[in-house]
Nanobody, 122 residues
Framework: QVHLMESGGALVQAGGSIRLSCAAS????????MGWYRQAPGKEREVVANITSDGDTYYRDSVKGRFTISRDKGEDMMYLQMKTLKPEDTAVYYCNAQRWPGTFVCGEYDWWGQGTQVTVSS
């Protein structure tokens, strides 16, 4: 029902900035909240930031003040602006979308993109 595609991952020096993009397609009216997750080598996948349909945002403590999540619902796009990057930000970053509760015709409870690699060198 919903397809997500991330882009923008790169190799960047510590202190640099990049912007990740997520394009949603298919039945995008099924999407309520969206978010960015990441998984570093040998670690569990963790939430980085999320944003509701109304635009309310959440950030994990380690990225507050450095990362900004945004969403363009008219273009079915979501972004993660990442600044002052640190080596510990190195991970595969995944786009996530959550279905409106009770909208059973939308199928899955949530959807994931394929991931995009961000590598921060020191």
């Amino acid at each position: 029902q919903v397809h997500l595609m991330e882009s923008g991952g790169a190799l960047v020096q510590a202190g640099g900035s990049i912007r990740l993009s997520c394009a949603a397609s298919g039945d995008t009216v099924c999407i309520a909240a969206m978010g960015w997750y990441r998984q570093a080598p040998g670690k569990e996948r963790e939430v980085v930031a999320n944003i509701t349909s109304d635009g309310d945002t959440y950030y994990r403590d380690s990225v507050k003040g450095r990362f900004t999540i945004s969403r363009d619902k008219g273009e079915d796009m979501m972004y993660l602006q990442m600044k002052t990057l640190k080596p510990e930000d190195t991970a595969v970053y995944y786009c996530n979308a959550q279905r409106w509760p009770g909208t059973f015709v939308c199928g899955e409870y949530d959807w994931w993109g394929q991931g995009t690699q961000v590598t921060v060198s020191s």
